[in-house]
């Protein structure tokens, strides 16, 4: 909502200022309505036999309206503070856009008769250096092939591309024509009506090298990994899986064999003989 306040006394401008500054947001003006937002935005005054129109704050004017009236200040990246008119249009100055970057993730399908063309798509895929630019604004920063899916015989046979795996709710759903290993798999026998695609494995081992806790190795696999002791050290509780929430600890041989070289050393010269 926009107010406009006729006042020809800068007093009454500077306390309306004050006003607007010392109000405390969210501001509730009754159980339906709350005020989140309050500013002045742009100030006009005639000046001599014209009026000038200056920006509030981080307020600015677009660059349209600097252009389409005289600007009292220079422009600067597209956009002015002061012009020396009063639009027409009533517009205002208007917060700054920041300039954002903006992600997006799109899924192609593509249909082939044979594997021969398949192969050239994923050698396509495979040897495009990335970041690839379309024009100014648009980059295409990742590019992955996931999924292939062929006939075989009356059905179809959807198998993932290297590095890449069924979730395991999808291999549970349709019948694999693989081992489900790791609560994954590489293959199923369907064409999946909806959800996604084979998945690309992350490598949990590189990106959080403390997954597995102290003391430990991990070893990648596809849509999980596994951890394992270092040589003299268990699991604290050797039902459970390895993890951070079970860590490995020192072996009890070895907790042992110390405890007898210590001992050891306390014994008297005649007692050692």
């Known amino acids: 909502m926009v107010v406009e ?30 005020i989140t937002a309050f ?38 990246d597209g956009s002015c ?15 700054p856009i920041s ?47 996931t999924t292939v899916c062929g006939l075989n015989g009356r059905e ?3 198998k993932c591309e290297e590095q890449h795996f069924w979730p395991s709710d999808t291999c549970r759903v349709y019948q694999v024509c ?14 999946p009506s909806e959800g996604s695609l084979c998945q690309r494995d992350i490598n949990e081992c590189l990106f959080c090298p403390s997954v597995c806790g102290p003391n430990s190795t991990c070893t990648n696999q596809l849509g999980s990994y596994n951890c394992s002791c270092l040589d003299g050290f268990t699991a604290t509780n050797p039902s459970l899986l390895i993890s951070i929430n079970n860590t490995c600890r020192v072996g009890k041989l070895q907790l042992l064999v110390s405890g007898w070289i210590h001992c050891n050393k306390l014994k008297s010269p005649h ?3």
């Open 5 to 34: 306040v006729n006042a020809s006394e800068t007093a009454v401008i500077s306390n309306i200022r004050s006003s607007v500054n010392s109000v405390v947001l969210p501001f509730q003006v009754d159980n339906s309505v709350e």
């Open 39 to 76: 500013n002045i935005s742009t100030v006009c005054s005639l000046n001599e036999t014209q009026y000038q129109c200056k920006c509030e704050g981080l307020f600015v004017w677009p660059n349209d309206t600097c252009h389409s009236y005289k600007a009292c200040d220079d422009i600067t």
């Open 81 to 95: 503070t002061c012009i020396n008119a009063l639009p027409i249009d009533g517009q205002f100055c208007q917060e």
């Open 99 to 145: 300039e954002f970057t903006y992600e997006y993730e799109a899924e192609i399908d593509v249909s082939f008769l044979d594997l021969f063309p398949v192969e050239l798509l994923r050698n396509l895929v495979t040897n495009t250096s990335l970041p690839l630019t379309l024009n100014n604004n648009t980059h295409i920063t990742d590019i992955d092939m």
């Open 156 to 158: 179809y046979e959807c």
């Open 178 to 191: 693989d081992s489900i290993v790791g609560g994954t798999c590489g293959c199923i026998q369907a064409l």
């Open 271 to 273: 007692q050692r003989q």
